[in-house]
């Protein structure tokens, strides 16, 4: 099916305790303007994807909130405060409805492409389907068709959780969209391919990047 058909859910954690892994790549003080650049730039490029209708943000964290919904996204609370699969799944299966058809994916995705979102949406089975992160292992994008629970297994090793529990893996040619950012080495990576514009931005403006192609962001501990 072709379309605006898929409402997009991102969770959100508290910018204060998110990211805990990339700690370091930028002085302590622009941690969290980091972290919510790559929210505003995910929820930019889910909400310029073709396939998709809606976007909500499951969200207790109110910086991110407000920027999310200053760019069109709908903000729910994080309910019911018990982790990013009981995030996801309120966000999907209550907050929007199994209804619908659902697409979960990672605030943390700065380099996604809304044609690679697009293209991946439009490989999905009407049960669930899962797009596995670059290494391979982790997941970033789960989806939902109408009438099907979300079932989000995210964590170590999320990509085979998923895999196991009857969800289809979808591939494609999508580095942006595989591209989450959890450590420095990931942030690097993300500027090769192209970050989005407030990503870019922030790392310009600390002087760990002359554009996107190219980057200075400091090492830090691996994957
Ligand atoms: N609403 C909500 N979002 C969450 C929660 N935990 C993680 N997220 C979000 O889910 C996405 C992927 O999460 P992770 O990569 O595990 O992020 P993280 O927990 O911030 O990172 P680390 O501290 O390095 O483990 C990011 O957009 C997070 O903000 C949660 O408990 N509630
Ligand atoms: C939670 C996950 O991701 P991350 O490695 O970004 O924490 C996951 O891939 O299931």
């Given at each position: 099916m072709s379309g605006a058909d898929?409402?997009?859910?991102i969770p959100v954690k508290r910018l204060s305790a998110a990211k805990s892994r990339l700690r370091g790549a930028v002085p302590d003080a622009w941690h969290e303007a980091l972290a919510l650049a790559m929210v505003r730039d995910t929820v930019t490029a889910v909400g310029a994807c073709e396939q998709v209708g809606g976007v909500v943000v499951v969200t207790d964290d109110p910086a991110a909130a407000a920027a999310a919904s200053g760019l069109g996204a709908r903000v729910v609370a994080d309910?019911?405060?018990a982790g990013l699969n009981e995030a996801m799944s309120f966000g999907a299966d209550v907050?929007?409805?199994?209804?619908?058809?659902?697409a979960v994916l990672a605030g943390d995705l700065p380099a996604l492409r809304p044609h690679e979102l697009?293209?991946?949406?439009?490989?999905?089975?009407?049960?669930?389907?899962?797009?596995?992160d670059a290494a391979g292992t982790g997941t970033v994008l789960l989806t939902a068709g109408p009438g099907t629970p979300l079932g989000p297994r995210f964590g170590p090793g999320s990509a085979a959780a998923h895999a196991a529990s009857g969800a289809a893996a979808l591939t494609g040619d999508w580095p942006?969209?595989?591209?989450?950012?959890?450590?420095?080495?990931?942030?690097r990576t993300v500027l090769g391919l192209g970050a989005g514009e407030h990503t870019c931005a922030l790392l310009r403006d600390l002087g760990l990047a002359t554009g996107c192609g190219s980057t200075r962001v400091p090492a830090g501990p691996s994957r």
């Open positions: 898929w409402t997009a859910v309910s019911p405060a907050a929007v409805g199994a209804g619908r058809r659902r697009g293209a991946a949406l439009l490989s999905a089975p009407a049960g669930r389907g899962f797009v596995a942006g969209l595989r591209q989450d950012v959890d450590t420095p080495a990931d942030l």
